[in-house]
């Protein structure tokens, strides 16, 4: 999995038991994914679809930190599936407790907040069916078939 942010647990954010409220860390495990779903699919318009059941395992104190990481489970159409740790670090032994876990799904909107396609290159990136070999293969058929925006633009300025 890989470590998307940390957040310092303070008083501020614990709930009646000393503890910290759910809430926050519901909070901070949603902008984690979202920002980590953006990142994967190269767009910042990735909205919050579905937050799968949460399990908190422990509680987590203050003066620990929050970390949180994230995996790419699925990537559909227009969706994107990510499964989310948060995780408590005692700064003192660095030892760290699971605190939640959650499957989480965002999609890919348009201005009008339509659901549009994630890129084929993202798709291909994370289709486990594929190897890194024949991820290579696509890039480089890619590079040598696709016209990028830039290209197409000189191609019609050179035709006027």
Excluded at 2 to 24: A, M, R
Excluded at 96 to 117: C, K, W, Y
Aim: proline share 3%.
């Amino acid at each position: 999995m890989k470590h998307i942010t940390t957040h310092p647990i303070k008083k501020s954010d614990l709930g009646f038991h000393g503890n910290l409220f759910g809430g926050k860390c519901l909070s901070w495990v949603d902008s984690a994914g979202a920002a980590f779903s953006a990142e994967v699919c190269d767009t910042p318009r990735m909205v919050t679809k579905l937050i799968d059941k949460c399990i908190f395992n422990k509680p987590a104190r203050e003066g620990q930190l929050l970390k949180i990481y994230g995996s790419v489970e699925s990537v559909g159409t227009t969706s994107l599936t990510v499964r989310l740790e948060a995780r408590s670090h005692n700064v003192y032994n660095g030892k760290q407790n699971l605190i939640l876990s959650t499957n989480m799904v965002f999609v890919r909107i348009d201005e009008q907040g339509d659901a549009i396609p994630i890129s084929d290159r993202v798709r291909e990136k994370y289709d486990k069916n594929i190897s890194p070999e024949g991820l290579e293969e696509i890039e480089k058929l890619r590079a040598k078939y696709v016209i990028n925006k830039e290209e197409l633009k000189k191609y019609k300025n050179s035709k006027k």
